[in-house]
């Protein structure tokens, strides 16, 4: 299994596959039925044919999908020539100790759910998806980034819908990037997925065995983990640098961790208590009222 900081370089055409176009077409203020344009294939019959198959009010908001998805991949034609789109990627070795993750010797510490969703559901932390401590015996657990070229960003300053356009692209090259990634390492890096053999669409769907959750989505939402996860990959080998708040730059990126349990899956931390707020801050090494500025999402009225 490969081990070390490992970064990866991709082509905008290399990623146009991978993305997800249901966020796309959401940033957007379109429903997800809008975003099966991208399923289609392009020639003027299968186009005529989709916009068919939508009720005759809908029409119009179709058909102003479908403008978009035709600039969104003129422009993504265009960002090929010019731009690129970085991964930078870590296998560590990890152990869970309660509700931290020890990452090459690294305290990582987690929240663990205080609301149950139903009865019978346990209180999740993600740490439950790593053998403990005092199993004697080492797993492992993965960091990744992913950023595209920070002039991306910064193009057609002057033409509202183009700028808004290479933005909503650049966030959705980062995520594929991401995803690509991912795949990447389940099936050849860690090598735990050998047999993996998905579509897209189930890619999408993330039907592989594993999970993915970034820094500041739900299962994660501390984004000050940024700067312990930074220490462990150092994502300025790929150009992002951090915020004193632990925002990303370029705005465009991604950061997470991957695991690989096969009963590992997404949840939401939700609304924790003062006790928790309280144990997470000294497990952070922060104060009460900076952990608050970082969770003031997760707290409790």
């Known amino acids: 299994m490969q081990t070390g900081i490992t970064t990866v370089t991709y082509r905008v055409h290399e990623l146009v596959e991978y993305i997800n176009w249901i966020y796309f077409f959401h940033a957007w203020g379109f429903q997800p039925r809008f975003a099966t344009i991208a399923d289609i294939h392009g020639c003027d019959a299968c186009r005529a044919g989709w916009l068919a198959s939508f009720q005759t009010n809908d029409r119009q908001k179709a058909s102003e ?21 970085y991964a930078v990627y870590k296998l560590m070795d990890a152990n869970s100790d309660g509700d931290n993750l020890l990452l090459d010797g690294t305290v990582f510490p987690l929240l663990r759910q205080q609301t149950r969703i139903a009865p019978d559901n346990p209180f999740l932390c993600l740490s439950d998806f790593v053998r403990p401590l005092s199993s004697g015996i080492c797993d492992t657990v993965g960091g990744f980034a992913t950023t595209v070229d920070p002039t991306m960003e910064e193009l057609y300053q002057n033409d509202d819908f183009k700028c808004l356009l290479v933005k909503t692209l650049a966030e959705r090259l980062a995520e594929a990037a991401a995803e690509r990634t991912h795949e990447l390492v389940r099936k050849e890096v860690w090598g735990y997925a050998k047999d993996e053999n998905l579509t897209i669409k189930q890619l999408l769907r993330e039907d592989y065995q594993g999970i993915r959750p970034a820094v500041g989505y739900p299962s994660l939402p501390d984004i000050s983990v940024s700067f312990l996860l930074d220490r462990l990959i150092d994502m300025k080998r790929i150009g992002i640098r951090l915020t004193e ?20 899956k997404y949840f939401s931390v939700g609304k924790i208590g003062l006790d928790q707020l309280q144990d997470y801050a000294l497990r952070r090494g922060m104060s009460v009222e900076d952990m608050k500025k970082y969770l003031a999402a997760n707290l409790q009225n």
Do not use: T, W
């Open 65 to 85: 999908a479908m403008q978009l998805h035709k600039e969104a991949m003129r422009m993504l034609r265009s960002l090929d020539e010019e731009f690129r789109v």
């Open 245 to 264: 708040n632990g925002m990303m730059y370029p705005h465009a990126s991604v950061c997470g961790l991957m695991f690989a349990h096969p009963a590992s």
